[in-house]
C-alpha cells in the first residue's frame, strides 16, 4: 500500500506539473548529491510529427559516479523503420525481438527517470521526442529540469573576440576534445555513457576556474 501511495504521489505531482520538492530546493541541493539521468534516444528520423522513437538509453550520475548497473536500455516497437536512420543506429525492424509498446516504454521510463534532472546532448531533440510519445498516449509531458552539454561545453571556452566559437557542438566534438571513446556511438546506452562522461569532463573544466553550484549550471 505504502509503494502504491508513493507511486501514486509521484504520478499526481507529475500530472501537475511539479514535484515533492520545489525548483529552489532542488537547486539549492549540491551538484554530488543530485541525481542526475543522462540519456539518448535512437529515432526513425528527425521529424517531431512523423517519426517515431525506437530506443531509449538511460543512466544514473550522482557523486560523480556512473554506475552501470543503474541502467535501462528500451527498444520500443514501432511498425515504420526508416532504412537510411538504420545505417546510423543499427537497429533493424527484423533483429529486434526484445520490442515492448511505446506505452509500456514511456512507463518505464517515466518510473526509471523519477525527478531527477536530465542531461542530454541537443537534448531539445530527445525531449521533444519523448513529449510527443508521452502525448500520444495520454500521458503529461517532462517536467524534469534538463542540462544539454552542447550548452554547457560553450561554458568552458575562452571569451575572446579573437577566437571564431561555434554556435553548436557535435558529441563528437566533445568526445575527442576530453579523448571519450566512440566505441558504442550512435547507439542509444553508448552516446548516452559518452554524454555522461563529457559532462563529468565539462563540469571539472568549470570548477577549475571557480566554485560553481547547480543553479549556475542553469544560468
Known sequence: MIHFIKKFNFYFF???GLSNQTVDEKLATSIDSTRFVVLDTE?????????????????????GVIPIQESIEIYI???????SSAQIH????????????ELESLQEFLDFLGDAI????HALFDITMINKALERNGLPILKNKTLDT???????????????HKDHYTLDEL??????????????????YITAIAFLKILK??????EITLEQLFK
Request: overall charge positive; charged content about 25%; glycine content about 6%.
Open 14 to 16: 507529475r500530472f501537475l
Open 43 to 63: 529515432t526513425t528520423g528527425f521529424d517531431y510529427d512523423t517519426d517515431r522513437i525506437l530506443c531509449i538509453g538511460a543512466i544514473v550520475l550522482q557523486n
Open 77 to 83: 516497437y514501432q511498425e515504420h523503420y526508416n532504412s
Open 90 to 101: 543499427g537497429i533493424l525492424k527484423s533483429e529486434v525481438s526484445n520490442t515492448k509498446t
Open 118 to 121: 536530465i542531461i542530454a546532448h
Open 150 to 164: 552542447g550548452i554547457l561545453y560553450k561554458k568552458t571556452l575562452i571569451k575572446s573576440n579573437l577566437l571564431n
Open 175 to 192: 568526445a575527442d576534445k576530453f579523448d571519450i571513446s566512440l566505441q558504442d556511438r550512435h547507439t542509444a546506452m553508448g552516446d548516452a
Open 205 to 210: 573544466k568549470l570548477r577549475d576556474k571557480k
